[in-house]
């Protein structure tokens, strides 16, 4: 179990922790809905029908949703820096992956298990942000009660 900062002086550290923590939680928004924007065009690129689209859709359901309590104990275990840095490290290949997956695989079915696993693994991933992020609030921010003296 982590344990709160309190040694800490009220610096502007703590607010840059609490910056670089919007910041991921934006990009982290972004990468989720992202492919909502680029369903019309995968779709039509990768000759896929709206319900593997649906598919998709819920393989990154499933890995952010099964992997929030998984993700949250690791956030404990190995402390919030180094999971949210792989986290990211994970957004980022998977991100690539799916851009890069017309000249990966041939074939549609191909082309589909590679794109669901994908996106599971992104729902994986992405399942560290909030639950790791106030694991380092919880470190980095001051009880209430000392927020007034």
Do not use: C, K
């Not at 009220?10 to 609490?18: D, H, K, N, Y």
């Not at 729902?123 to 106030?134: C, D, I, K, N, S």
């Amino acid at each position: 179990m982590t344990q709160q900062r309190d040694d800490l002086p009220a610096t502007a550290v703590r607010w840059r922790i609490v910056a670089l923590l919007a910041a991921f939680s934006l990009i982290s928004y972004a990468l989720r809905t992202n492919i909502s924007i680029a369903a019309a065009l995968m779709r039509a690129d990768l000759h896929l029908s709206q319900i593997q689209i649906g598919y998709v859709f819920s393989a990154f359901l499933i890995g952010y949703a099964v992997f929030q309590a998984p993700a949250g104990a690791l956030g404990d275990r190995f402390g919030p820096r180094v999971v949210l840095t792989v986290a990211a490290a994970i957004w980022g290949v998977t991100t690539v992956m799916t851009g890069a997956l017309p000249g990966m695989v041939g074939g549609a079915v191909g082309t589909l298990a590679v794109l669901l696993a994908v996106r599971f693994l992104l729902g994986v991933a992405e399942a560290a942000t909030y639950p790791v992020a106030m694991s380092a609030v919880g470190v980095w921010m001051p009880a209430w009660s000392s927020w007034s003296s």
